[in-house]
């Protein structure tokens, strides 16, 4: 069966460094999400791209995130310049179209800001 | 506007038991309502989905109740399974491919 992979399964860095995540949807996956989820909390929306652009974000997506599809297989998540609280697990999803609402979930990034 | 709120935040069943998530959301324009569930560590697995046209889906022991009315929707686990033990999030999103606003999870335990 199908599935989202993402790397590294675990990420730590120092806080003002520059990290990536690192996604591989499901291949005939059009839409593609990122998501976090801080400890014990809520699973919560970051941005979404379609057809090489984003098409929403939310307020937590500021200048120091960026997402991109370097190749036709990856898409990645971009922290500029770290912060503590940046620490969570981010999660990318993919999704087909059309009618086809059905988001599926990788396993999971999670980023320890020291 | 956006949010759903979900209850209990944490649920204890014996095994063979019901084990029943309720849901709530204020937005009458969210039309499609995903149920996931998630192991400690790892990412959250979709379970079962409706749409707000049908006010049942059953998939095997999982069955989602929706009423349109009262803005509610929620997720009964038959049969309860020790294996069941996870948390369990509702969640929620507008027509088409766009984000999902979650709930804040229940922690389910089926005990022997």
């Known amino acids: 069966e199908p599935e989202v992979t993402q790397t590294p399964s675990h990420q730590v860095t120092q806080m003002g460094q520059e990290v990536i995540l690192r996604c591989v949807p499901i291949s005939n996956h059009l839409y593609f999400y990122w998501y976090r989820q801080i400890l014990g909390q809520k699973v919560e929306f970051l941005v979404s791209?379609?057809?090489?652009?984003?098409?929403?974000k939310s307020e937590i997506f500021d200048d120091q995130f960026s997402v991109e599809r370097p190749d036709g297989s990856n898409f990645t998540l971009k922290i500029r310049s770290t912060k503590l609280e940046d620490s969570a697990m981010y999660f990318c999803?993919?999704?087909?179209?059309?009618?086809?609402?059905?988001?599926?979930f990788g396993p999971g990034t999670r980023l320890t800001v020291t | 506007q956006q949010q759903v709120k979900q209850s209990p935040q944490s649920l204890i069943v014996q095994k063979g038991g019901i084990s029943i998530i309720n849901c709530a959301y204020e937005n009458t324009a969210f039309d499609y309502f995903p149920w996931y569930q998630q192991f400690p560590g790892k990412g959250p697995a979709l379970l079962i989905a409706i749409r707000p046209d049908v006010s049942e889906k059953k998939e095997g022991r999982f069955t989602i109740s929706f009423n349109k009315s009262a803005k509610q929707f929620s997720l009964h686990i038959m049969d309860s399974q020790p294996g069941d033990s996870a948390t369990y999030f509702c969640?929620?999103?507008?027509?088409?491919?766009?984000?999902?606003?979650f709930g804040k999870g229940t922690r389910l335990s089926v005990i022997a």
């Open positions: 999803a993919s999704s087909y179209y059309g009618t086809a609402y059905e988001q599926y």
């Open positions: 969640a929620a999103s507008l027509a088409g491919n766009t984000p999902l606003v």
């Open positions: 791209f379609y057809n090489n652009e984003i098409s929403e």
